[in-house]
């Protein structure tokens, strides 16, 4: 069984580092906003080539915050992906903000700039740009966009940390950059996780105190805020994590480049790079139009494959019906076709062949 994820291999592979970083935190007796996590908000913070990163219990609370220290709120709209997950809309709901849904690039599964101009009304203060599985959005003309109609750019980077749009991180574009260390993420906690990282100032101190009750100084609330910090050990694990995260990546591409070969001049629509992006391949992402057969039939040779993502977003009840089908044909084309093959840094060549070989078998099956 080659599965979609399989995260013990790369526990296994840093169990020493790992346990010596818990036993650093237990030793301390320090666990929430302790020098683990002042350290970690460094290392991201030069990673991205900003000025400040400030951890929080998860990527949505990063996505939330952000918008709620732009100051968004009730009556104002943001613009956001129809095909993503959850979070990058849910979060708009949670600061009272409506979300305005617009229809992806197919090739790259990133918003298409000319269709967030069009979704622009005199409301909309934000866009949020999602960097689905590892591939940046087009952040020249979205952030160009943003400032011609003064408005802010929130970067959902929760599947992209390490990624770049023309030789500049993610993170480094928008008004504020959103991380997930959720355990499956490229870089991934044992545990729930977050991470917001930006060159200003102003939100950062905002955020600071928005994570932590509204307080800068103990007891002294100056207004209404969270509770969501990163905590001292998921920081410290995160750490030695981080250590490891370009040859992660690296193996990621290789793995990439290695399933485009052995699966090209078949009937799927393989991921690629649009230069100039700088794909991190969080997943590997094909379609076909006989996904649900293709899923079946590769389940049985024993490949596990996941559905990133099965509905669009303005269909889920959560949004309450908000949106119109013939609106976002990509997003409905995407969420009919997608299939997401193993995609692990651990994942050995002749397991790659495999999936490859098997890919290539069962489709002649399904045809
Ligand atoms: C694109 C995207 N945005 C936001 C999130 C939310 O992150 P979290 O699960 O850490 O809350 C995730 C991951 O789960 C994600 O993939």
Known sequence: MIPQIDLTRQHLALRAELLDAVERVLGSAQFILGPELEALERELAALCGVRHAVGVASGTDALALALRALGIGPGDEVVTAAFSFVASATTVLHVGAT??????????????????????TPRTKAVIAVHLYGHPAPMDRLARLARDRSLAVVEDAAQAIGAAYAGRPVGSWGDAACFSFYPTKNLGACGDAGMLVTDREDLAE?????????????????????SSRLDELQAALLRVKLRHLPEWIEARRRLAARYTA??????????????????????????????????????EQGVGTA?????????????????????????????????????????????????????????????
């Open 99 to 120: 979300p305005v849904f617009v229809d992806i690039d197919l090739d790259t599964y990133a918003l298409d700039p000319e269709l967030v101009e069009r979704a622009l």
């Open 307 to 367: 559905l990133h993502y099965p509905l669009p977003l303005p269909a889920q009840p959560v949004f309450g019906g908000r949106a119109v089908e013939r609106g976002f044909p990509c997003a409905w084309q995407a969420s009919r076709e997608v299939l997401s093959l193993p995609c692990f840094a651990e994942l050995t060549d002749a397991e790659v062949e495999f999936v490859g070989k098997e890919v290539r078998q069962a489709l002649q099956r399904v045809a």
């Open 206 to 226: 905002r955020v600071r105190r928005l994570r932590n009750h509204g307080a800068r100084e103990k007891y002294h609330h100056l207004e209404l805020g969270w």
């Open 262 to 299: 052995l699966l090209s001049g078949l009937p799927l629509a393989l991921p690629f790079e649009r230069p100039p992006a700088r794909h991190v391949y969080h997943h590997y992402t094909l379609r076909s139009p006989q996904r649900d057969a293709l899923a079946k039939a590769l389940a």
